[in-house]
């Protein structure tokens, strides 16, 4: 059983002012989609369950450890984190050996067919700097996620990714639940998020600084609204 667990947990960059604070929660397997509003802290609170930022406050722990604590490499091989900005992560010449650079580093053999749905191999030679959004966004993807971790932590995964594209991740999530692996993404399109039938939705209230966990059926539109989440009844909140 794979187990993310906060208690009594503050992040964010300055301990005056926590963007979340007393956050007390324990996910296990399964698809979770984080919701909340640009700048809310949704980058900031994967990057703390990656253990890339320390808590301000309380702790956090993932199958046991405090990520923060980890070897990097010790983290790369329990968490899979997909940045949102692809070309953020890329140091390689060419795309496959960005993509082997993550197996490389750790020594963990890559799962070649999560690579070769995601990635054509035309675009194998290429330099990643050159790529497009949506084939950077594959990259990056397959980088991380082919070392098969049992955490995944997805930044915008849908950004920029074509119907085929979306097509193969939602795949990829129904391989990842199977598996039992605990899948946090984050999203500002819930109607995609809603492809991979998530267990959970976590959404961020920025006002209070926290955090609702519940069912998408039992988060109302106001609530969603009040949170710069985009509702179910979409025309008439643009054109209303
Ligand atoms: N390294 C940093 N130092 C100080 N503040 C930061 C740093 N990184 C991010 N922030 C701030 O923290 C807040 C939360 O940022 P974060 O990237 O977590 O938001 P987000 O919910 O992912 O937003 P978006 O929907 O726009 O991607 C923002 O106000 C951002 O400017």
């Known amino acids: 059983m794979n187990e993310i667990v906060a208690s009594d947990l503050a992040i964010g960059y300055d ?42 406050q309380g702790e956090i722990y993932v199958n046991g450890f405090k990520p923060y604590l980890l070897k990097r490499k010790e983290a790369a091989k329990l968490i899979g984190y997909v940045w949102q900005n692809p070309f953020h992560g890329f140091v390689e010449p060419n795309v496959e050996r960005e993509i082997l650079f993550i197996s490389r580093q750790t020594g963990v053999e890559v799962n070649r067919k999560l690579i070769h749905k995601l990635v054509p191999l035309e675009l194998f030679d290429r330099s990643p700097f050159t790529l497009s959004g949506g084939e950077a966004k594959r990259v990056s993807l397959a980088s991380v996620i082919s070392l098969d971790q049992p955490i995944w932590l997805l930044d915008e995964p849908f950004n920029e ?45 920025r006002s209070r600084g926290t955090l609702v966990i519940d069912k998408w059926s039992n988060l109302s539109d106001e609530e969603l609204v009040g949170n710069e989440v985009i509702p179910r009844v979409l025309k008439s909140e643009l054109t209303g």
Do not use: E, Q
């Open 15 to 56: 301990k005056s002012s926590p963007l979340l604070r007393n956050l007390d929660f324990k996910l296990t397997n399964g698809v979770y989609v984080l919701l909340g509003a640009n700048g809310s802290g949704k980058s900031t609170l994967l990057k703390t369950i990656a253990g890339l930022l320390p808590p301000l």
């Open 161 to 205: 990714l074509d119907f085929s594209g979306v097509k193969i991740f939602t795949d990829i999530i129904n391989y990842a639940r199977a598996r039992g692996k605990i899948v946090v993404i984050t999203t500002h399109y819930p109607s995609l998020a809603d492809l991979v039938n998530p267990d959970y939705y976590l959404l961020i209230n």
